[in-house]
């Protein structure tokens, strides 16, 4: 069974910085990536970032430069480092893990709340 935990998330102040982590455990077929996603209330899902299994990553334009997705594949971990946070930042944040080239499983999320 293929678990993602999420964690990392909080409270911060506009400016501030987080370090999300997604711990994923059981095997996973074809696995090809990881990927963050977030979602605010009444807005609709973003892909926030990807990195795929050659290591190619991707980003959301608007957090360009702000935030880092990395893996350390020795602890089925991706991290989501986010640096100068917005308000709009503000949204639940969850992974997901890529097989066959879909994102079939996702976590639950760890909450980001970002305020002035």
């Known amino acids: 069974q293929v678990r993602l935990v999420e964690s990392g998330g909080g409270s911060v102040q506009a400016g501030g910085s987080l370090k999300l982590s997604c711990v994923r455990s059981?095997?996973?077929?074809?696995?090809?990536?990881m990927a963050w996603y977030r979602q605010a209330p009444e807005k609709e899902r973003e892909l926030v970032s990807s990195?795929?299994?050659?290591?190619?990553?991707n980003y959301l334009d608007s957090v360009k430069g702000r935030f880092t997705i990395s893996q350390d594949n020795a602890k089925n971990t991706t991290y989501l480092q986010i640096n100068d946070l917005k308000i709009e930042d503000t949204a639940n944040y969850y992974c997901?893990?890529?097989?066959?080239?879909?994102?079939?499983?996702y976590g639950r999320g760890t909450q980001v709340t970002v305020s002035s």
């Open positions: 990195i795929m299994s050659d290591g190619t990553t």
């Open positions: 997901a893990a890529c097989s066959n080239w879909r994102y079939e499983y």
């Open positions: 059981g095997y996973i077929f074809k696995w090809c990536g």
